[in-house]
């Protein structure tokens, strides 16, 4: 039965710097609620929420029970979680207000800390109010007693490298990276299957726990986040660009100005499409999943190709974890 397109009903989540913005991605949100983020696939860790199949004969299913049931035929040779969970968490973001300034734990903290999870995550940024920017990473020279200090003084800021939020960009950052989305931007992300989040400072916002003493002991103080990959260039013909290349996952990204077929081998490894722009229709021996903007499909690996028809103007993300 996973020899077709699966797709999950989103798990909405409410956020005090969400918006609406969602709703344009095609997801039905609660009334009067600021929602922030649209959890596409998830499998968290302990009793954390897992996603379900929303259509075909497999509907109903969590993913939680696919693994277990059906590992070798969605996971293929790729690897779970440390916690035996499906490697990635697939997001797309409405920022409305700053999120809180953050880091999340490595390997190595979360080996000594049995209720943190690593994490590391990638943005592509689908839209961007004029001026918005995002933080990634410290000024040079920066450490745990001069961040504190700045802390102390309410100038941080001064400490985090920002940059301008540019719609089609991608920011890969790796656990150890300080952070923050900036108001006014809206992202599909890429991450491992994790929910830990130190947060370091609310922008003035009370009521939320802080965690200074996590945040600047988990903090990369020495290694800056990769350079930001620029949206591809116009171009005639079928563009692939690699977004991101990380020890946990690779992204990548499939633009076409014309209606196109797109196809690649999935190399024993489940695939997600994320459609960023336009329309595509992912099939299978077993079935098919028709993506609008907003939309996601996961590709088992027992599928072992991606067979996908883009529509004109169409751009898709796609993500897979690491092979074991």
């Not at 409405?94 to 734990?105: E, G, I, R, Y």
């Not at 992912?282 to 590709?299: E, F, K, M, N, Y």
């Amino acid at each position: 039965m996973l020899d077709a397109p699966l797709q999950f009903t989103p798990i909405l989540v409410p956020k005090v710097w969400g918006g609406r913005r969602l709703e344009a991605l095609g997801k039905t949100l609660p009334e009067g609620e600021a929602v922030g983020e649209s959890w596409e696939i998830a499998d968290l860790p302990g009793d954390g929420p897992t996603s379900v199949v929303s259509s075909g004969p497999l509907e109903g299913v969590s993913l939680r029970t696919l693994v277990e049931t059906h590992h070798d035929a969605l996971m293929g040779d790729a690897a779970l979680s440390a916690e035996h969970r499906f490697p990635l968490l697939i997001k797309f973001l409405d920022a409305c207000d700053n999120l809180s300034v953050q880091v999340h734990p490595d390997e190595q903290w979360a080996a000594t800390h049995p209720d943190a999870f690593l994490k590391s995550e990638a943005w592509v940024i689908m839209d961007a109010d004029p001026g918005s920017r995002i933080w990634a990473g410290v000024e040079p020279g920066t450490t745990a007693a001069s961040m504190q200090a700045a802390l102390d003084a309410g100038t941080l800021t001064e400490c985090l490298q920002w940059r301008a939020a540019q719609v089609g960009a991608c920011h890969t950052l790796p656990s150890g990276t300080c952070h923050a989305l900036g108001t006014g931007v809206l992202v599909a992300e890429v991450q491992t299957t994790s929910d830990t989040t130190f947060r370091l400072w609310d922008w003035g916002r009370t009521g939320r726990a802080m965690h200074v003493p996590e945040s600047l002991a988990c903090i990369d103080f020495d290694t800056p986040p990769p350079d930001e990959v620029q949206p591809p260039p116009a171009c005639e013909g079928l563009a692939e660009t690699l977004l991101a290349d990380t020890p946990w996952f690779v992204m990548r990204r499939v633009d076409t100005v014309e209606a196109t077929n797109w196809r690649s081998d999935l190399g024993r490894a489940p695939m997600v499409l994320m459609c960023l722009s336009g329309t595509a229709h992912a099939t299978g021996p077993g079935g098919a999943a028709r993506l609008q903007v907003g939309s996601t499909a996961l590709l088992p690996a027992a599928m072992e190709q991606a067979s996908v028809e883009l529509g004109p103007n169409a751009s898709i993300l796609v993500a897979q974890p690491r092979v074991a």
